[in-house]
T-cell receptor
């Protein structure tokens, strides 16, 4: 039982490049969230998916797109990376509303 | 939108001293959760509080939920070096799940 798995763990991009961050959970959870964490900062919500087939914007969605591919997988795409998107990205899943969040190990992204 | 604030931002304590972090929401929360993130790690769930005025303990950690369900606190008695990390509160009003900015605790041996 791996919990929440994120790939890749580290990535360096050049400005303007695109990439997709992958997240998969094996706990049959309905809700999945993407957060970014800047150095010394808290977690800011980018996008979330309350259930399979639905996605909604969070606090900082600009520059990102998401896909809830199925119940297990929720991907985050950067179409044209910018240095301001340098951050640590965390995926989290919840069984249902008002239950604990399980986080992946994070993806450390640097855009140069 | 809903905002969750935490104070202090940083806290440095000597090992053995107590530590408290406070969490305040701009809206009434249906529940509040606390997470710990070790340096270089990911947030890990500690506890959830649901009832107004609720108090829960986990060994040296005491968690409280305010009567109005808009604030919460985490108190650590006699800190140890293993307590180092950032402590986040997180709340939901039924819509999004919002994290506070965290309190970073350092413990000097």
């Amino acid at each position: 039982n791996a919990g929440v798995t994120q790939t890749p763990k580290f990535q360096v991009l050049k400005t303007g490049q695109s990439m997709t961050l992958q997240c998969a959970q094996d706990m049959n959870h309905n809700s999945m969230y993407w957060y970014r964490q800047d150095p010394g900062m808290g977690l800011r919500l980018i996008y979330y998916s309350a259930s399979e087939g639905t996605t909604d914007k969070g606090e900082v969605p600009n520059g990102y797109n998401v896909s809830r591919l199925n119940k297990r997988e929720f991907s985050l795409r950067l179409e044209s990376a910018a240095p301001s998107q340098t951050s640590v990205y965390f995926c989290a899943s919840f069984e249902r509303k008002n239950t604990e969040a399980f986080f992946g190990q994070g993806t450390r992204l640097t855009v140069v | 939108g809903q905002q969750v604030m935490q104070i202090p931002q940083y806290q440095h304590v000597q090992e053995g001293e107590d530590f408290t972090t406070y969490c305040n929401s701009s809206t009434t929360l249906s529940n509040i959760q606390w997470y710990k993130q070790r340096p270089g790690g990911h947030p890990v769930f500690l506890i959830q509080l649901v009832k107004s005025g609720e108090v829960k303990k986990q060994k040296r950690l005491t968690f409280q939920f305010g009567e109005a369900k808009k604030n919460s606190s985490l108190h650590i008695t006699a800190t140890q070096t293993t307590d180092v990390g950032t402590y986040f509160c997180a709340g939901t009003n039924g819509q999004n799940f919002v994290f506070g900015p965290g309190t970073r605790l350092s413990v000097l041996p």
